[in-house]
């Protein structure tokens, strides 16, 4: 499975973005898929993640009620739509393929990332 992460950028606080991740392989329907994000002098970070049929969440609790992950298998994408956003959310993000939708899955696979710039 090869990812490729696109739609960050440089928005103001309280703006959106989505985040869309590309992926190619056949094995991608059978992946849960999650975003993840590093921000500077700060360890890697789960994000949210979705199952591989798309009908179950996990959520960062720091970003709950903000963030919605959402999949698209005929289309191999995964989006993340990014709302409200604070100059905390600040960071490069990645997405991920992996066996499970929760934080301490095991995810094999990853993309290159895309930054997040949030101003105040």
């Known amino acids: 499975v090869q990812l490729q992460a696109s739609g960050g950028g440089l928005v103001q606080a309280g703006g959106s973005l989505r985040l869309s991740c590309a992926a190619s392989?056949?094995?991608?329907?059978?992946?849960?898929m999650g975003w993840f994000r590093q921000a500077p002098g700060k360890e890697r970070e789960f994000v949210a993640a979705?199952?591989?049929?798309?009908?179950?969440?996990y959520y960062a609790d720091s970003v709950k009620g903000r963030f919605t992950i959402s999949r698209d298998k005929a289309k191999n994408m995964v989006y993340m739509q990014m709302n409200s956003l604070k100059p905390e959310d600040t960071a490069v993000y990645y997405c991920a393929a992996g066996s499970g939708y929760y934080p301490g899955d095991k995810y094999d696979y990853w993309g290159q990332g895309t930054q997040v710039t949030v101003s105040s």
């Open positions: 392989g056949r094995a991608f329907s059978n992946y849960a």
């Open positions: 979705i199952s591989w049929s798309g009908r179950s969440t």
